[in-house]
Structure formats: structure tokens, C-alpha cells
């Protein structure tokens, strides 16, 4: 997918916010540099935004703290700085504090905690599957289980580091690909380099979306013996 998550980053010291705008545009986000509150606002304001990251320092100056309260108050705000923040001076109802030296793993963790704030609830069991032969972006993978919102899937570690915030899921035997939204990653339990992943449908177009419901309703249930874990 073309779009990707968007991230304001409205810190102050000008190599500092260079630095985390690389680090988000090589990650799959597109990163917005707005170094004073004021042209933070005026962004959020402007178009939507994903992820607000502000400086714990002058998160509680008014326009910024009004305007984050207002615009996003559910979505958290990585707050960047030192020393935590006064309670009830952050810019959103659900802050979370990230402290210097910034570390790039610890971030792409916070900015994933961030977006999995605004996933919807599940409305419907997931169900279990026999590891389905898929790819993602085009790579090799499996489906382990899906719902009407979602899907998890193990990878193999060695065939990326690790997949963008957006990515397609396909399954060539069905003719179904999906759009799906990352929420979570973590590694596989066992001896091998496996990687799962937790994914979100996206709005798809309505074919893809009855050919998903088709594959949900076509593929059997993995035997008893199948291993659950956390999904979305």
C-alpha cells in the first residue's frame, strides 16, 4: 500500500527530530517535522495524523495540550524527554513516556502500542487454521488464523527483518488478497527463527472482502492439537 501511518513529530531540537524522520521513513511511516507547538497544531489541524510525538518538556503549553485533547484525546502521544511529565499537563488523555537516549527497536514497540490504541474491538471468533500456504508484500508465509477483522501469520525470521505498519496479504490457492494494518510482532516459541505477526483488516474493496469471508467459511479448523496464541 501506498499510504502509511502518519507521525507528527514536534520536537524542538532540529537533529534529533531529523534523525527520528529518517528512522520513521526507512520503518514505513511518514514522518511530519514540526519543531515548535505552535506549527504542531497548525498540522493537526491541518490534515489527518496518526502518532503525535511532543516534547515531555513543553507538552503542557496550552495550544499543543488543547489541541491534542481535542483532536486525538484517545490516541496516545509519545512524549520524548528526561523526566516524566506533571499529571494532567500531557497532551492527550493516554500519553506515554519515551526517555533519552532514544532507542530506534523501542520506538517502532511505542509507535506500535500507539496505533494498536485505535484498532477496533473483535466482533467475531478467530479461527484456528492449519498453517495456509500465503505471501505478504509478495513473501512466503502462512496464515495461522483469521476473522472477519483480522489475521495472524508466521514468517520466516530470515526472509525480512521485519514487516512495514501496511502490508497485502495473499492467498494464491483462494485468489484472495487482503489489505492489512500490522498491530503487533513478536518471535515464534520454539528452536525455529520464526517471526508471528498480528494484523488488522483494512477497509478493502467489497470483492476482496466477500472472497476473504469465502476463505473463512472454506478452510477447515486446525485440529485440537493447534497452538493459540494472541491475535487480533
Known amino acids: 500500500m501506498s499510504e502509511r501511518p502518519r507521525v507528527i513529530i514536534a520536537l524542538s531540537d532540529r537533529a534529533e ?10 520503518d514505513g511511516y ?8 505552535q506549527s504542531a497544531v497548525e498540522e493537526m489541524r491541518s490534515r489527518p495524523y496518526d502518532v503525535l510525538m511532543a ?3 513543553t507538552n503542557g503549553r496550552p495550544p499543543l495540550r488543547a489541541e491534542g485533547r481535542l483532536r486525538r484525546a484517545a490516541t496516545p502521544a509519545i512524549l520524548v524527554g528526561n ?10 488523555s493516554q500519553p506515554m513516556y519515551l526517555a533519552r537516549p532514544l532507542d530506534r527497536a523501542v520506538l517502532n514497540c511505542y509507535l506500535t502500542m500507539a496505533l494498536l490504541e485505535g484498532s477496533p474491538l473483535r466482533r467475531s471468533e478467530r479461527k484456528v487454521v492449519n498453517a495456509l ?9 502462512h496464515i495461522l488464523d483469521v476473522s472477519i477483522e483480522g ?3 508466521e514468517m520466516a525470521r530470515e526472509k525480512r527483518a521485519a514487516l512495514p505498519p501496511y502490508f497485502i496479504v495473499k492467498v494464491p ?30 477497509p478493502n474493496r467489497p470483492s476482496a472482502l466477500q472472497g476473504w469471508k469465502s476463505l473463512i467459511e472454506t478452510i477447515p479448523t486446525a485440529g485440537p492439537g493447534a497452538i493459540r496464541q494472541k491475535s487480533v
Not at 17 to 26: D, K, R, Y
Not at 173 to 193: F, I, S, T
Open 173 to 202: 490457492l483462494m485468489g484472495v488478497g487482503v489489505n492489512v494494518r500490522r498491530v503487533w510482532a513478536r518471535a515464534a516459541a520454539g528452536p525455529g527463527p520464526m517471526l508471528l505477526y498480528g494484523g488488522s483488516l483494512l
Open 83 to 92: 523526566h516524566a511529565p506533571v499529571r494532567g499537563e500531557t497532551v492527550t
Open 133 to 141: 500456504a500465503a505471501t505478504v508484500n509478495g513473501v512466503p508465509a
Open 151 to 153: 489475521v495472524r501469520i
Open 55 to 57: 516534547d515531555a518538556s
Open 17 to 26: 527530530s531529523a534523525v527520528l524522520s529518517e528512522w520513521l521513513a526507512e
Open 30 to 37: 511518514e514522518p511530519v517535522r514540526r519543531p515548535t507547538p
